[in-house]
C-alpha cells in the first residue's frame, strides 16, 4: 500500500477517464448525415457517458479529463453537475477546443459520425491533472482506449492505474475501440469498429495485467489481445490477466469470464438479455459499462451485474441520444419487474414517464412565483386609465424587477411571463438566478380550451429555451357536457404530447369555481378524469380549496396516479391579500402543495397608477416588491418557515 492521502475530496465509487465530448445527433432519423438539418446536443464519450449512466442508476460518480474554456465546455461541466457527476476533477484547457461528434441514424445499426478532435482539450490530459488525493477518493478508476492512444494521455491514464491499485482499489478497462481516433481509418470511417493493428494491440496489451475488469466487443477483445478469433482473444487477455472479462455481444446479451478460459465461448455467466428494436448502436456499451458497474460495485452476482448492464444497453439502443437516454435506477427497477409490451422502449409511455420525471434538470420542491403572464387583464387596466397597450410590455419588465429583488438569488423564486407582450420581460428574467418560468399557451378566456397564436402547439414550442415551463389554463369542470369535455380533454392530450415531444415541463391550470359547483371531490375528478387519458403534468396550478378534506382527496389523486409530480400551486384570482393567507394556511397539511403563483393581488395597484402616470419606474417596482415580499413570508410562515 502507498502512503495515506489526505483525504480532500468527497467519498466516490467511480472515476471516469478520457474523452468528454459534445454530441451534435441529427434528428432526421433514416437520413444520410449529409442531409441532416437540425442537431440534437448532448454530453458524449465513453467515460463521459458512463459517468453519467453511473449517477443515474445510484453511484458516486467523477469524470476526469479536460474540457476547452468555451460554451460547449462550459455545457459539460453545467450539464455533469445537473447529472450529479462530480467535477473535481474536470480540468479546464485554455488553449484548446472541446471535442465535438457529429452523428446521424442512417439505417438500423448504420450511424454515420465525424470526429472535430483536432488537438482537442481532452487529449491533452497528462500526468500533472491525476491528483493523487482524488485517486485516493475512489473505490475504482476507468481507463478507456483511446486515451492510451497519445503518449501524454496514456502516461496520464497508467498513473491513475498506479495510484488506484496502491491503495487497493479496482482498475477496470473499457477498450473503447475506435480505429480512426488511432489514426488507422478516415475522417468519415467515425462508425468504423475495427480495424486490425499490431501497433494498437502492442500497447494494450501491456495494459491489461494492471486490470480488475476488462470490458468490450468481441472486436474490441481481439484488439487488445491481438488475436483473429475472440476465443483465442479471450485466452490471450486471461493468460496476461486475472481480471474478470466482460464480453459484450449485443442483442445475445453478454458473457462474464471469471476464471480459466474453456474452448466452449459459452462456458461463462450469461446475464438475461432483452430482446429491442435497434433504433441507435451508439453509446449502448457505455451504458451497458453503467449497468455493469452499477451491480459489480454494488456487491451484486454477476448474473445481476450482467443482467443490469443488458438492460442499460437495450434501453440504449432504442432511443436517440447517449447519455440523456440511459436509464434511473428507477426507470431500470421498473423494466427489470414489469418488463414492457413494447420492443421499442422509448413508446413505452409508463417507462418514458419515470425516465423524464427522474431525470428533471433541477430540483425545485418549493415555488413562490408572481404571474404576469395576464394580458386580457392588463390590457382593460389601461383601457381604464387611458393609456395606450404598448406600454404593458414596460410595465412587465418592471414586474421582473420586483420579483428579482425580493428574490435575491435565492432558490424556489419564479414568474410567469407571456409572449405576446411579454418578451422584454423574459430577457430581463434571464438576467437573474431564478428557479423557475412559466410560460402560458392558451387563448385568454377560452371555453373550449384554444391555443393563442396557433393550434399546431408543437411548433410553437421548439424555440422555447429548454428551462421554459408550459403554463396552460382550462376553464374545465368534470360535470360539464361531455362534448365539452371530450373537446378539452383531447387539447390538453395534445399539449402534453407536444411537451414531451419537445422536452418542456408542463403545468396545467385547472379553474373549475367559475363554471359549476366547487365541492371537495370537483377537483380530485377533474384530476382523475384526466390522468385517465395519461395526461400527466409536472405542475397542477389549482384554486384554492375550502376545506383540508379536499386538499387530501387531491393528493390521493396525485399520488395515486404520478407520484413523480412535481405538486401543486396555487393560483390568486386576484383575492385579497387575507383571503390568500387563508388559503395558504389551509394547505398546511397537505404537502403536495408546494407554493404559489399570484399575480393581480401583487401588481394591479403598481399597474393602475404606473400606466396612469402616477408612479414611477421605482415605485412601481417598490410597491410590487413590497406585496410580493408579505406573499412570500406568508407563504412560508404557513410551512412553519422563515425567509433565509
Known amino acids: 500500500?502507498?502512503?495515506?492521502?489526505e483525504a480532500r475530496y468527497p467519498p466516490l465509487d467511480v472515476i471516469t477517464i478520457g474523452r468528454a465530448s459534445v454530441d451534435?445527433?441529427?434528428?432526421?432519423?433514416?437520413?444520410?448525415?449529409?442531409?441532416?438539418?437540425?442537431?440534437a446536443k448532448s454530453v458524449g464519450g465513453c467515460p463521459a457517458n458512463i459517468s453519467v449512466g453511473t449517477a443515474r442508476l445510484g453511484l458516486n460518480s467523477a469524470l476526469l479529463t479536460r474540457v476547452g474554456d468555451e460554451q460547449m465546455g462550459r455545457f459539460i461541466r453545467e450539464q455533469l453537475r445537473r447529472e450529479g457527476v462530480s467535477v473535481d476533477?474536470?480540468?479546464?484547457?485554455?488553449?484548446?477546443?472541446?471535442?465535438?461528434?457529429?452523428?446521424?441514424?442512417?439505417?438500423?445499426?448504420?450511424?454515420?459520425?465525424?470526429?472535430?478532435?483536432?488537438?482537442?482539450?481532452?487529449?491533452?490530459?497528462?500526468?500533472?491533472?491525476?491528483?493523487?488525493?482524488?485517486?485516493?477518493?475512489?473505490?475504482?478508476?476507468?481507463?478507456?482506449?483511446?486515451?492510451?492512444?497519445?503518449?501524454?494521455?496514456?502516461?496520464?491514464?497508467?498513473?491513475?492505474?498506479?495510484l488506484m491499485k496502491a491503495k487497493g482499489g479496482k482498475v477496470v478497462f473499457d477498450?473503447?475501440?475506435?480505429?480512426?481516433?488511432?489514426?488507422?481509418?478516415?475522417?468519415?470511417?467515425?462508425?468504423?469498429?475495427?480495424?486490425?493493428?499490431?501497433?494498437?494491440?502492442?500497447?494494450?496489451?501491456?495494459?491489461?495485467?494492471?486490470?480488475?475488469?476488462?470490458?468490450?466487443?468481441?472486436?474490441?477483445?481481439?484488439?487488445?489481445?491481438?488475436?483473429?478469433?475472440?476465443?483465442?482473444?479471450?485466452?490471450?487477455?486471461?493468460?496476461?490477466?486475472?481480471?474478470?472479462?466482460?464480453?459484450k455481444r449485443g442483442a445475445k446479451g453478454c458473457i462474464v469470464y471469471d476464471g480459466p478460459i474453456s474452448d466452449d465461448l459459452e462456458d461463462g455467466i450469461v446475464g438475461k438479455g432483452f430482446p429491442i428494436e435497434i433504433y441507435n448502436v451508439l453509446g449502448a456499451g457505455d451504458a451497458f459499462m453503467s449497468g455493469f458497474l452499477r451491480g459489480w460495485l454494488g456487491g451484486e452476482s454477476f448474473a445481476t451485474a450482467a443482467t443490469w448492464a443488458n438492460a442499460c444497453g437495450a434501453f440504449a439502443v432504442s432511443r436517440l441520444l447517449c447519455a440523456p437516454e440511459y436509464p434511473t435506477f428507477e426507470e431500470l427497477q421498473?423494466?427489470?419487474?414489469?418488463?414492457?409490451?413494447?420492443?421499442?422502449?422509448?413508446?413505452?409511455?409508463?417507462?418514458?414517464?419515470?425516465?423524464?420525471?427522474?431525470?428533471?434538470?433541477?430540483?425545485?420542491?418549493?415555488?413562490?412565483?408572481?404571474?404576469?403572464?395576464?394580458?386580457?387583464?392588463?390590457?382593460?387596466?389601461?383601457?381604464?386609465?387611458?393609456?395606450?397597450?404598448?406600454?404593458?410590455?414596460d410595465f412587465k419588465v418592471l414586474t421582473v424587477k420586483a420579483?428579482?429583488?425580493?428574490?435575491?438569488?435565492?432558490?424556489?423564486?419564479?414568474?410567469?411571463?407571456?409572449?405576446?407582450?411579454?418578451?422584454?420581460a423574459m430577457f430581463e428574467f434571464a438576467r437573474h438566478p431564478f428557479a423557475w418560468l412559466g410560460r402560458p399557451v392558451e387563448l385568454p378566456g377560452s371555453r373550449p380550451l384554444r391555443f393563442e397564436f396557433s393550434q399546431d402547439i408543437g411548433s410553437q414550442l421548439t424555440d422555447w429555451p429548454v428551462d421554459h415551463c408550459i403554463k396552460c389554463l382550462c376553464f374545465y369542470h368534470p360535470d360539464d357536457p361531455e362534448a365539452l369535455k371530450t373537446e378539452q380533454q383531447q387539447k390538453l392530450r395534445a399539449l402534453f404530447e407536444a411537451a414531451r415531444k419537445v422536452g418542456r415541463?408542463?403545468?396545467?391550470?385547472?379553474?373549475?369555481?367559475?363554471?359549476?359547483k366547487l365541492d371537495d371531490t370537483t377537483i380530485p375528478r377533474a384530476l382523475e378524469e384526466l390522468y385517465a387519458l395519461g395526461i400527466k403534468p409536472d405542475w397542477w396550478k389549482l384554486e384554492p380549496q375550502a376545506s383540508a378534506n379536499a386538499w387530501a382527496k387531491?393528493?390521493?389523486?396525485?399520488?395515486?396516479?404520478?407520484?413523480?409530480?412535481?405538486?401543486?400551486?396555487?393560483?390568486?384570482?386576484?383575492?385579497?391579500?387575507?383571503?390568500?393567507?387563508?388559503?395558504?394556511?389551509?394547505?398546511?397539511?397537505?404537502?403536495?402543495?408546494?407554493?404559489?403563483?399570484?399575480?393581480?393581488?401583487?401588481?394591479?395597484?403598481?399597474?393602475?397608477?404606473?400606466?396612469?402616470?402616477?408612479?414611477?419606474?421605482?415605485?412601481?417596482?417598490?410597491?410590487?416588491?413590497?406585496?410580493?415580499?408579505?406573499l412570500t413570508e406568508a407563504w412560508l410562515a404557513a410551512r412553519g418557515r422563515k425567509a433565509a
Open 175 to 247: 477498450i473503447d475501440y475506435r480505429p480512426n481516433l488511432w489514426g488507422l481509418a478516415g475522417h468519415a470511417e467515425g462508425f468504423e469498429r475495427y480495424v486490425k493493428s499490431d501497433r494498437v494491440s502492442a500497447q494494450l496489451k501491456t495494459v491489461l495485467p494492471d486490470c480488475d475488469l476488462i470490458v468490450g466487443t468481441e472486436e474490441e477483445i481481439m484488439i487488445a489481445s491481438g488475436a483473429d478469433d475472440c476465443l483465442s482473444a479471450l485466452k490471450t487477455i486471461r493468460s496476461l490477466s486475472p481480471a474478470t472479462i466482460v464480453l
Open 89 to 162: 476533477g474536470l480540468k479546464t484547457d485554455r488553449e484548446r477546443l472541446t471535442a465535438l461528434v457529429l452523428l446521424s441514424v442512417e439505417d438500423e445499426g448504420v450511424s454515420p459520425m465525424i470526429f472535430y478532435r483536432s488537438d482537442c482539450a481532452d487529449m491533452a490530459l497528462a500526468e500533472e491533472d491525476i491528483d493523487e488525493a482524488f485517486i485516493a477518493s475512489a473505490r475504482s478508476v476507468v481507463v478507456t482506449g483511446t486515451h492510451f492512444s497519445r503518449p501524454n494521455s496514456d502516461a496520464a491514464q497508467r498513473k491513475a492505474i498506479r
Open 554 to 630: 387531491i393528493e390521493q389523486v396525485i399520488v395515486k396516479n404520478d407520484p413523480w409530480c412535481r405538486g401543486v400551486v396555487l393560483l390568486g384570482l386576484e383575492a385579497p391579500q387575507d383571503e390568500l393567507e387563508a388559503a395558504f394556511a389551509a394547505t398546511a397539511k397537505a404537502p403536495i402543495v408546494k407554493g404559489f403563483a399570484v399575480g393581480r393581488t401583487i401588481f394591479v395597484n403598481a399597474a393602475e397608477q404606473w400606466l396612469a402616470g402616477r408612479m414611477s419606474d421605482d415605485e412601481a417596482i417598490a410597491d410590487m416588491a413590497a406585496r410580493f415580499e408579505q
Open 403 to 424: 420579483a428579482a429583488k425580493v428574490a435575491a438569488g435565492r432558490d424556489g423564486y419564479g414568474m410567469l411571463i407571456d409572449e405576446k407582450y411579454g418578451r422584454d
Open 24 to 39: 451534435l445527433y441529427g434528428q432526421q432519423i433514416g437520413s444520410r448525415l449529409e442531409d441532416i438539418t437540425s442537431f
Open 334 to 393: 421498473f423494466f427489470l419487474k414489469h418488463g414492457s409490451k413494447h420492443l421499442a422502449l422509448r413508446k413505452d409511455e409508463a417507462i418514458n414517464h419515470i425516465h423524464w420525471a427522474t431525470t428533471r434538470r433541477r430540483d425545485i420542491p418549493s415555488l413562490m412565483a408572481l404571474a404576469c403572464d395576464h394580458r386580457v387583464q392588463l390590457e382593460d387596466v389601461a383601457a381604464r386609465v387611458g393609456a395606450d397597450a404598448s406600454r404593458v410590455p
Open 505 to 516: 415541463e408542463l403545468l396545467v391550470e385547472i379553474i373549475a369555481g367559475k363554471h359549476g
Open 1 to 5: 500500500m502507498g502512503q495515506a492521502v
